[in-house]
Every structure is written in C-alpha cells, then in structure tokens.
C-alpha cells in the first residue's frame, strides 16, 4: 500500500509540474486561434493552397529520387562476348569462349572492381540481353527502367560483323525510350586485348560511317571504350 501512495504522490507532483506547461500551450493555441481569426479568408485559402503545393512537391522529389533506375542493360551482336563480361563484373569469374544466352541473364551485384574498396558502393542491376536477331525484342522488356547500355563489341571479329553490329547500334540510338531519356551508350570493344584485334578508333570510325545519316542528329551520348 505504501508503495502505492509514493506512486499516486509522484504522479500528484508531476501532473503539478506540468500544470503550468499546459496553461502555456493553451494561451499559444488561444492566440494562435485569435490570429487566424483575424487573416482574411481567401489570404487563409492561399496560405493552405501554397502549403500543400509545396509539401506535394517535396514528396514528388523525393519519390523522383527514390525511383531512379540502376540498371544497366548488356546488349549486342551474339558471340560478341556479353554473357562472359557479365560473369566477369558479377563474380570476377574468367570463362573463355563463347556462351551462348537463350535467355536475359540477370544480377543486382556490387562490381567486382569496386568490391575490394573501402567506401559503399551502391549495387547495380545488370541485365545481359541475348544478341540473337530473334530474341533482340527481349531488349524493349528491360529498356523503359535503363539508366545506361553497353553495347559489346568483338574486336577481333570486327570486320564481318561491322555492318550488322552498327545496324543494330543505330535501332537502339534510335528507339523512342532512349531518345526519351536521353540514356547513355558505352561502346564496349570486347577482346581489344589481343594481337590482331582492332583498336577502338579503328572501330569507331567504322561504325560511324555506316551509321551515317545527315538527316539523323543522335539524341543521346554514346561512348567508347
């Protein structure tokens, strides 16, 4: 019982500390109210409305932010070596020849190179689209969310495939979701390590000249390396 009255007088002493906080909040209130009152009401209105307008907006932005894209699409000819770089920057994994998707290949991974540093590096989510002519459509699936595209290249293969590969380079620069968002395009010139592959000038300007079109002006930035 006695802790009981210790309980009820500590609460007794408490609600009286607080007393004077109450009366406190009840006069701002009170003149907060008194000040409304005397804001014309289409001053009032306009307050709200630009309130509201203002917190909307933050809350887009911070929605905007929140929904960008990092993914980052593969894509190419077939053989052109995707598949192994995406192994490569998932793993670090080395596979030599060619292998051959049937399907999109896909991973949420921190790259390898950026693994074995000490700051955060934030995952990416790679997409590795099969090169074939009858599953390039696959490609439209994965192209709306796309923050970039590599476009893979064999160096050593260059030539006979020069044409087809700038054909299909050009339907990509040219799609309207890529136009739209203006996405950015890496020229990948896989195999470049080898004696008799092609410099990446050399395929540069190869593929310009069978991309050329003086009516055409490229909406986007494409980059090789």
């Not at 439209?140 to 700038?166: K, Y």
Request: hydrophobic share 40%.
């Amino acid at each position: 019982m006695e802790g009981l009255e210790q309980w009820k007088d500590q609460l007794e002493q408490l609600k009286s500390q607080l007393e004077p906080w109450k009366n406190q909040l009840e006069k701002c209130l009170h003149e907060a109210i008194e000040y409304l009152n005397q804001i014309p009401p289409v001053q009032l209105y306009a307050a709200i409305a630009v309130l509201l307008i203002s917190t909307l907006l933050l809350l887009s932005i911070r929605l905007f932010k929140r929904a960008k894209s990092n993914t980052v699409i593969l894509t190419g000819l077939s053989g052109s070596g995707k598949t192994v770089l995406f192994y490569q920057l998932r793993d670090g994994s080395v596979h030599q020849g060619t292998i051959t998707s049937m399907e999109p290949n896909e991973s949420t991974i921190v790259l390898n190179s950026d693994s074995n540093k000490k700051r955060k590096s934030k995952p990416v989510h790679i997409v590795d689209v099969p090169g074939h002519s009858r599953l390039r459509p696959k490609l439209d699936e994965f192209l709306p969310r796309a923050a970039g595209i590599v476009f893979v290249v064999d160096s050593l293969e260059f030539l006979p495939n020069c044409h087809l590969a700038s054909e299909y380079l050009y339907d990509i620069l040219t799609k309207a979701s890529v136009v739209k968002k203006k996405i950015p395009v890496l020229i990948c010139c896989n195999k470049n390590d080898k004696v008799t592959a092609h410099t990446k000038e050399f395929i540069r300007k190869q593929m310009e000249k069978e991309m050329y079109d003086p009516d055409y002006i490229c909406p986007t930035c494409f980059y090789f390396a």
